[in-house]
């Protein structure tokens, strides 16, 4: 089995900054691409920023500029800074990895369980 555990989220007053992590654990061979994604009440998840193993880094052009994606291959984490945060930024954040497993040889996407981010004063 994989596992993707998130940490990190919060409450937070605008303008203020949060820092999200999120660590792959279990039956992993090799990770491909990283990237984190949000969901806001009503809406649909969208892509906040991707990470590839050559370093490429798209980001939504909402976070451009604010929001900066990171990753440590050794221990398989992906991180989210996340500056001068708004109150459009609550959502619930999802990490996610494309990873192939050990035991299947096979690639497969993989998605952690969400952390809240609230952005409020």
């Known amino acids: 089995q994989v596992q993707l555990v998130e940490s990190g989220g919060g409450l937070v007053q605008p303008g203020g900054s949060l820092r999200l992590s999120c660590v792959a654990s279990g039956d992993i061979f090799r990770i491909n691409a990283m990237a984190w994604y949000r969901q806001a009440p009503g809406n649909q998840r969208e892509l906040v920023a991707k990470?590839?193993?050559?370093?490429?880094?798209p980001y939504a052009d909402s976070v451009k500029g604010r929001f900066t994606i990171s990753r440590h291959n050794a221990n398989n984490t992906v991180f989210l800074q996340m500056n001068s945060l708004k109150p459009e930024d609550t959502a619930v954040y999802y990490c996610s990895a494309v990873i192939k497993r050990l035991s299947t040889n096979a690639w497969s996407d993989y998605w952690g369980q969400g952390t809240q981010v609230t952005v409020s004063s």
């Open positions: 990470i590839t193993t050559a370093g490429n880094t």
